[in-house]
Nanobody, 122 residues
Framework: QVQLVETGGGLVQPGGSLRLSCAAS????????MGWYRQAPGKERELVAI???????VYADSAKGRFTISRENAKNTVYLQMNSLKPEDTAVYYC????????????????WGNGILVTVSS
């Protein structure tokens, strides 16, 4: 079983920055894809950014140029550096991983964190 713990959320003023972290735990040998989704009130969950194990990235258009995803494979941790935050970035941010190898078995299904709230407001 994979457990994901997100940290780093909170309240920030427009134009400010936050750094989210997500650490995956369990008998994990390798994780293929790690990333972040978000869900704003009244809206569907949407992709923010994702990074493969070989560090290829995909960003939502809304995140390009402002957000940077990174990961530390040795720590099974993914980060999201968010700069120039806007009120419309307010949402619950969810850590997401898939393609996890544990105890020699490959699991294709996704795993989700519980989510962490980011509020951008003055």
């Amino acid at each position: 079983q994979v457990q994901l713990v997100e940290t780093g959320g909170g309240l920030v003023q427009p134009g400010g920055s936050l750094r989210l972290s997500c650490a995956a735990s369990g008998n994990i040998a390798m994780i293929n894809n790690m990333g972040w989704y978000r869900q704003a009130p009244g809206k569907e969950r949407e992709l923010v950014a994702i990074m493969t194990r070989t560090e290829s990235t995909v960003y939502a258009d809304s995140a390009k140029g402002r957000f940077t995803i990174s990961r530390e494979n040795a720590k099974n941790t993914v980060y999201l550096q968010m700069n120039s935050l806007k009120p419309e970035d307010t949402a619950v941010y969810y850590c997401h991983v898939n393609g996890v190898t544990m105890m020699g078995i490959f699991y294709a299904e996704p795993y989700w964190g519980n989510g962490i709230l980011v509020t951008v407001s003055s």
